[in-house]
């Protein structure tokens, strides 16, 4: 079966633009989970949905917002870009029945902020 | 908040030998699940393999086994017969018992596989 797909695979911004990025889970997954992977910072929980809802949040501004839709699809927008939002974003699905399902992960969207 | 830890940025080691790669964690809980991911230059994360807390017996897949120790919140990944393969960054990860699938990683150890 098909993968988690992140589009797109590369992504370059100016300061002060916003971005959408989106990520499409396997199949008959429910939840999708965004994380942040800086070198600085290393891999950081942005936040997670499951069937339509914020599930769990972790410590990023508001800028950083997501939603899911009805075929589990999600994306993620950051606003108002800044330099440091340079990274490599990662989406994760599972079925999200309990906490220690297996999760998929996508080859992730860089996105370089200039 | 919970903590995971990986002390050693970089390890290496010859095709063919065994190499452990170490990861404590902090928490208050006493049912979680601990992961080795691995990422390699393709950057997407692959599981490696996965320890309930609530088990004492430690986890294993073909080459790949860990050493869990609860009491001093250890849980180190051993590669034995190490392949070219092998070469990627190793995650440790740690995710609470419960409905979230928030996992917290450590800072993640290179791994380098000499032919």
């Known amino acids: 079966k098909a993968g988690v797909t992140q589009t797109p695979r590369y992504l370059i911004k100016t300061r002060g633009q916003q971005v959408t990025l989106s990520c499409s889970p396997i199949s008959g997954h429910r939840s999708v989970s965004w994380y942040q992977q800086t070198p600085g910072q290393g891999l950081q929980f942005l936040f997670e949905?499951?069937?339509?809802?914020?599930?769990n949040k972790g410590n990023f501004p508001g800028r950083f917002s997501g939603r899911q839709f009805s075929n589990s699809r999600s994306e993620m927008n950051v606003s108002t870009l800044e330099l440091g939002d340079s990274a490599l974003y990662l989406c994760a699905s599972s079925f999200g029945h309990t906490g220690g399902e297996k999760l998929f992960f996508g080859s992730g969207t860089q996105l370089s902020v200039l | 908040a919970q903590t995971v830890t990986q002390s050693q940025p970089e390890m290496s080691v010859q095709e063919a030998e065994t190499v452990t790669l170490s990861c404590t964690y902090d928490t208050s809980e006493s049912d979680y699940y601990l992961f080795w991911y691995k990422q390699p230059p393709s950057r997407q994360m692959i599981l490696v393999i996965r320890q309930e807390a609530y088990k004492q017996q430690n986890a294993t897949e073909n080459r790949f086994s860990v050493n869990f120790q609860k009491a001093a919140k250890s849980f180190s990944l051993k590669i034995s017969d190490s392949q070219l393969g092998d070469a990627a960054m190793y995650f440790c990860a740690y995710r609470e018992e419960g409905g979230s699938e928030k996992l917290v990683f450590g800072k993640g150890t290179k791994l380098t596989v000499n032919p």
């Open positions: 949905y499951f069937s339509e809802t914020q599930r």
